[in-house]
């Protein structure tokens, strides 16, 4: 996740500020003569750590937003899958049954971004990029990892699958495309060479995709996942799983529905439930139906004692804090008998959150890290972080007594890039505990520990000394420099820490982390400079590992170094905006932080808007190229639509934005408030947008689309399960009075569910479509069943049918209408299509994974169709076929 930059305007008094370790105090005229910087403090940075430097500088508002910005993100994810309902077990196994009914399309889809993405391209070093920061080539968000001791490594995505590397990383392999879910919870290696993949991303509870439940591969070293190796029934579908481990001849599965285990040695039989604190909440239960259920079995790990593997410990919280948040032990599983652990030693009871677990291999010691439920719920821009501590019970016993090994504090003095200001306000290390954490120890010494949160930790002491081997990013640090020749940093991982492994390559052990930006190894006894960075962490996103998390794809007409074709951009999690140009075998990120919505220019793909978050938006006409290594100067603008000043607009974390279908001059974008731009790309500021409709106060834009003038916008607010209500708006460019609400609630046809997308019959723009996201209600709670994703309006929406026919029952994303009159339909598990003239749908062609498809778009230049997929890259369909 990215640090915040929705505050443009930097306007200090008495300011502090870290650089390379050194807390500078003094008026804003000091501050900037000892960094080195302009007029304004940062102003020699990019954008992104110039935000992160205003932060640690002491603006209140920034600290703690990022974590802010990543929860709003994936309750919003899951706001429109599942409102107003919990999707229930079976939803996603019946979708991918259904899907798996349907015909294809001839065709083949193929991988537009199997290429090394460089987030430290120097072509687009300048004021929006975080380029030299010291990452590298990056991928999407790896939240599971195995290694053995012979070279063989295993990395799945967020949302992106398992991939296969048999040279210590590189040259990476997919070996679960054919899976109904791509969603990581966990990998991990049994003790029979068996690998084991663990569906639905769980970061306590508040996830972006839920799963199919758990595969078992018996041959990971040359076979595939198939859906036959899933183990158990639908008892873990629609759930989230944290951690898969093993011990006694069982697997046990750490989820948001308790904890549960399964016969190690076989695939078949029911799933069965150790241990839920408040089973009522469970689905089936007599509270399944409280807005509170999903919250309330939350395990966040489990690890069983290397001395007597009967003896099985759990931490199982909420990250808000709730009654049942503890560790949880049973001294002989095969007697059950859980109970609450009375916690000895420094580690607060009463403070339990978000937690994860590391024996030594020896069960001497045990470690944790542990998020403060009490920290998490004080106002944002209060604390520097999350994290309580990181213990070790120094006789390996959950009871303690346990020693405080680490803090925010003690990790900032340690060579962080995070480190606190003065005042008490900014970012410090933890600031994501609820949402960063791994832990791990060297198999061969009980000291020697990694810890990973936002950053990557090391101690080889026990904890008595830390070094940050994996720092956020070089930014401030003095031996960073934005030119090249000058920069004498090391190469550090991408930030936000999720997953780790200790493994061998030609007989040398390496730990291997992954993270937001996929996936780095270094040796076990690997080497540090003096301020504690390690100096040889190797990356292995190497172009062949596609687990890229896209918001939106963007396509335009391109010429580049001599040769013409179709440049393709678009915003993704925590790693900016892609650029692939026309010829290029390689992209590079002219926009740093998180990436959004995007559009281009059809016949110019360098004239492009893209989005940071809540409608930040930044235009350029030349692909945001750098045009002077060493210059802070932008060749973008800040165009972001605002009432009365910069940021307060409300608006979705991934806010809607698009340009005319017939005239790319004409742009809308949604937020409370409807806006319209004439200009196109000649825009100067965000007062250039005209401000058209007010949706409604608490109402905010999920879907737009402008066709001949004619806009369509789709809202929702409240847009969680508590009085849900969503709406369509429909009016005029240029006709402020046209605009009016639809009369949805007494249409009754369409569903009270979220507006995904909307499809513009080019040749006739009352003619339109929309798409619906969630499942239908009979896979949530409440009355209803059987209601559709796609429906169809000839009076600019005045009366709806239902055109949902064969489609299976599966959330929706975006819909486009070919100039033919073919729908392409985007959805979480598939690209859909629909022939000019027919009324039944087909699956889009072959080979494209099963992963959640977020936005669809068409170019003309190349006849295609371009796909953004939230986790297996951007993919491109030819309609000649």
Avoid at 142 to 165: E, K, Q
Avoid at 277 to 305: F, H, Q, R
Avoid at 773 to 787: C, K, L, Q
Wanted: proline content about 5%; glycine content about 14%.
């Amino acid at each position: 996740m990215a640090v915040s930059r929705r505050k443009r305007t930097i306007t200090l008094g008495a300011a502090a500020a870290l650089v390379a370790g050194l807390v500078v105090v003094g008026t804003n005229h000091e501050v900037q003569e000892v960094l080195g910087l302009a007029a304004e403090p940062g102003e020699g940075l990019p954008h992104h750590p110039r935000e992160m430097l205003e932060a640690m500088m002491g603006e209140s508002q920034e600290a703690g937003e990022e974590a802010f910005e990543y929860s709003t993100a994936v309750g919003q994810f899951a706001q429109a899958r599942s409102a107003p309902g919990i999707v229930a077990p079976g939803a996603y196994g019946a979708a991918f049954t259904q899907l798996k009914g349907l015909s294809a399309t001839a065709g083949q889809w193929s991988e537009i971004t199997k290429v090394p993405y460089n987030s430290d391209d120097p072509r687009y070093r300048d004021y929006a990029s975080n380029s030299s920061g010291g990452a590298g080539n990056v991928t999407g968000r790896i939240t599971g990892l195995a290694a053995d001791n012979a070279g063989h490594v295993y990395a799945a995505g967020a949302n992106g699958g398992v991939w296969r590397s048999s040279t210590g990383g590189g040259n990476w392999a997919p070996i679960a495309d054919q899976l109904p879910s791509l969603s990581t919870g966990d990998l991990a290696l049994a003790a029979d060479g068996s690998l084991w993949y663990a569906t639905g991303e769980a970061n306590t509870g508040a996830t972006s995709y839920v799963g199919s439940g758990v595969y078992r591969l018996a041959d990971p070293r040359g076979g595939q996942f198939t859906p036959d190796m899933r183990v158990g029934g639908a008892e873990l579908e629609s759930a989230v799983i944290q951690k898969v481990r093993f011990a006694g001849g069982k697997v046990w599965a750490a989820t948001n529905r308790g904890l549960y285990t399964h016969d190690a040695a076989s695939t078949t039989g029911a799933w069965h439930l150790e241990y839920a604190p408040n089973p009522d909440y469970l689905p089936g239960g007599p509270k399944a139906s409280d807005p509170s259920a999903a919250y309330k079995n939350i395990v966040n790990d489990v690890a069983a004692d290397p001395r007597n593997p009967r003896h099985v410990v759990a931490a199982i919280a909420w990250r808000g804090g709730d009654s049942y948040n503890g560790f949880y032990e049973t001294a002989d599983y095969t007697a059950g008998g859980w109970k609450k652990v009375n916690l000895g030693g420094a580690i607060p009871a009463d403070d339990i959150g978000f937690a994860t677990f590391a024996f030594a291999a020896d069960g001497s010691k045990l470690y944790a890290i542990n998020q403060s439920p009490k920290l998490y719920n004080k106002a944002v821009g209060t604390v520097n972080s999350y994290l309580d501590g990181i213990y070790v019970s120094n006789n390996g016993s959950p009871s303690g007594p346990w020693s405080k090994i680490a803090d925010s504090t003690k990790l900032a003095n340690s060579g962080s890039a995070l480190k606190q200001s003065i005042g008490g306000k900014g970012y410090g290390p933890g600031i994501q505990a609820w949402y960063n954490q791994f832990l791990a120890v060297d198999p061969a010494n009980p000291n020697h520990v990694y810890a990973g949160l936002e950053e990557v930790n090391e101690t080889t002491d026990g904890g008595a000394n830390w070094k940050v081997v994996g720092p956020y990013w070089n930014f401030s640090f003095g031996c960073w420099n934005p030119d090249d020749s000058k920069n004498t940093c090391q190469k550090t991982t991408h930030s936000d820490q999720h997953s780790i492994a200790v493994g061998s390559y030609q007989d040398k052990p390496y730990v291997f982390v992954g993270n937001d930006g996929g996936l780095y190894r270094r040796p076990v006894q690997g080497s540090t400079d003096r301020d504690g960075h390690a100096t040889d962490w190797q990356n292995l996103n190497d172009g062949t590992i596609d687990a890229l998390q896209y918001y939106s794809v963007s396509v335009g007409k391109d010429t580049y170094n001599g040769k013409t074709g179709v440049g393709v951009s678009g915003g993704l999690q925590d790693n900016g905006a892609s650029m692939l140009r026309a010829g290029e075998t390689a992209m590079g990120s002219p926009f740093g932080g998180d990436g959004g919505d995007s559009l281009a220019d059809p016949d110019n793909a360098c004239r492009q808007v893209q989005e940071y978050v809540y409608l930040a938006m930044r235009a350029t006409q030349n692909c945001n190229a750098n045009t002077n290594p060493d210059s802070s100067a932008s060749t973008s603008v800040d165009i972001q639509p605002y009432t009365s000043s910069p940021g307060d607009e409300p608006a979705r974390f991934i806010a809607p934005f698009a340009a005319d279908d017939h005239n790319a001059n004409n742009w809308i974008a949604g937020g409370q408030h409807v806006w319209f731009n004439t200009k196109g790309f000649g825009i100067k500021s965000g007062k250039d947008w005209q401000n058209a409709f007010d949706l409604g106060a608490g109402h905010v834009a999920t879907a737009v689309s402008l066709s001949q003038g004619v806009a369509y916008v789709g809202w929702c607010g409240p847009c969680n399960n508590q009085g849900f209500t969503r709406g369509i708006a429909v009016g005029k460019l240029g006709d402020a009075n046209s605009f009016h609400q639809l009369n949805l609630p007494a249409d009754g046809v369409l569903p009270n569910r979220y507006v995904a997308g909307f499809g513009v019959d080019p040749a006739n723009p009352n003619h339109a479509f929309v798409a619906f996201n969630g499942f239908s209600r009979r896979w949530t709670e409440g009355p209803g069943a059987g209601v559709g994703h796609v429906f169809e309006t000839t009076d600019q929406g005045a009366t709806w049918k239902d055109v949902s026919a064969n489609l299976p029952d599966l959330p929706a994303n975006a819909l486009k209408v070919l100039s033919n009159g073919a729908l392409v339909l985007a959805t979480d598990l598939a690209t859909l299509y629909r022939p000019a003239g027919a009324t039944e749908w087909q699956r889009m062609g072959n080979g494209l994974p099963t992963t959640a498809v977020l936005d669809a778009e068409y170019s003309k230049t190349d006849n295609a169709v371009y796909v953004a997929t939230h986790g297996r890259g951007i993919w491109k369909f030819g309609l000649t076929s």
